[in-house]
């Protein structure tokens, strides 16, 4: 399952060219499941520049598949550890939003597709998995297959991701 982030959706929107967004039609493409969080939705909704657009993407959005918080107040100090995690490190978070849609992530063992460096950053702290970071780090992204989306894990192993 595929947690897709704001960045994504917001790039896909403008109609550009990155491996993110071209990963996220290859999900489309092949039914793999995905969804979105509350706080992306409204991410999303709160760009817009016109009501036709508002109208629009509300229609889209408000039909995907949505991931909670599974604890209406453990989630949220997960998340704030999250933030001091990092900065316990030396990594500053630019979004604290970030860490609530990490920490939703982690608690239902989704894959996160973004192009947000503040994930990148913090998925080596806190065990996040990303799918196709934008910038992964040397020998950690496998070449896709016909079979499906590849991905090499942290630990070590090859993730194929198939349609249902």
């Known amino acids: 399952m595929v947690l897709v982030d ?6 896909l929107f403008k109609g550009n060219d990155n491996a993110p967004v071209r990963s996220f039609k290859e999900i489309i493409q092949r039914h793999v499941p ?18 036709k ?17 599974k604890d209406q107040l453990a989630s949220y100090a ?7 995690l990092c900065r316990k490190r030396g990594i500053t978070i630019r979004s604290t939003i970030d860490c609530l849609i990490a920490q939703i992530a982690l608690e239902h063992k989704l894959l996160l597709l973004h192009n947000d460096n503040d994930f990148t950053l913090m998925a080596p702290v806190i065990g996040l998995d990303l799918l196709f970071p934008p910038k992964p ?9 016909s079979a499906g989306l590849r991905y090499r894990a942290r630990n070590g192993l090859d993730l194929v991701i198939t349609g249902q």
């Open 34 to 51: 995905f969804g979105i969080t509350s706080v992306i939705y409204q991410e999303v909704l709160q760009g817009v520049k016109t009501k």
């Open 6 to 11: 704001t960045s994504v959706l917001i790039d």
């Open 78 to 84: 997960s998340a704030a550890e999250i933030y001091y």
């Open 137 to 145: 780090p040397s020998g950690n992204r496998s070449p896709r297959s």
């Open 53 to 69: 657009e508002f109208n629009f993407l509300n229609d889209y959005l408000s039909t995907q598949r949505f991931f909670y918080p």
